[in-house]
């Protein structure tokens, strides 16, 4: 019998921002359902996987936490051409962060595939205290660049999973004929298996009615 599939794509997001925007503590609140106050920078890239399901399509997404820090840049960047969806992540109540998308996004420009879908997510909405940048700033800034615009919070967990979930979206639209072509193709090999596998059994069964003849 053919096995089970356990996904049917396998797609790579990955998450820039200026250090201690909080792109860690959003990845650990999508994939563990937790927040950890602490800000441990993220050293080089770390990764984690999800998987979901859009459309009837099982996605695997493998999602890329690259460090923020200036001196990790050269080994983040190596990352950037492998990935199907960007999420470019600032703070709300961090101005520099939310500036410095310029530079995230010329980056991308300059080392990601032409076909990589892009959001862009301002974090911390619930500091609405130490609000730095507006909504309506977030969002014309999206709208500047042709993207789609969240604001989240790991802390109490808003938006979080809407805008992960947003991305592969966007990522299983663009590839879509890709994908179809891929799950026919693979509905027709596991369909063989199956019918080889059959087959096999049968031949078993045959030669042992001769043996028992
Ligand atoms: N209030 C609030 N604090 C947050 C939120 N998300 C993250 N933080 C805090 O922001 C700090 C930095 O979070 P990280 O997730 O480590 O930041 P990062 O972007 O991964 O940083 P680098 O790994 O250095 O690039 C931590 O102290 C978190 O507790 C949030 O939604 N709300």
């Known amino acids: 019998m053919a096995m089970a599939k356990q996904y049917d794509v396998l797609f790579r997001l990955l998450m820039l921002g200026d250090s201690g925007v909080g792109k860690t503590c959003m990845l650990r609140r999508f994939t563990e359902s937790e927040f950890d106050p602490s800000h441990i920078s993220t050293i080089g890239v770390d990764f984690k996987m999800k998987t979901l399901e859009i459309d009837g399509v099982k996605v695997r997404v493998q999602i890329w936490d690259t460090a923020g820090q200036e001196r990790y840049q050269t080994i983040t960047k190596q990352y950037y051409r492998r990935a199907q969806g960007i999420i470019f992540v600032y703070d709300i109540t961090n101005r520099p962060s939310f500036q410095h998308l310029a530079k995230w996004a010329s980056d991308v420009d300059e080392f990601s595939p032409n076909m990589v879908q892009r959001i862009l997510v301002g974090n911390k909405s619930d500091e609405e205290l130490t609000r730095q940048v507006t909504t309506e700033q977030g969002s014309k800034l999206a709208e500047a660049y042709g993207m789609e615009f969240f604001e989240t919070s790991a802390a109490t967990s808003n938006n979080i999973n809407e805008s992960f979930t947003r991305a592969a979206e966007l990522v299983l639209q663009a590839h879509k004929r890709d994908v179809d072509n891929l799950l026919g193709s693979l509905d027709d090999y596991?369909?063989?298996?199956?019918?080889?596998?059959?087959?096999?059994?049968?031949?078993?069964?045959?030669?042992?009615?001769?043996?028992?003849?």
């Open 190 to 213: 596991l369909e063989k298996v199956g019918l080889d596998d059959e087959k096999s059994r049968q031949d078993v069964d045959y030669s042992q009615r001769t043996c028992a003849c």
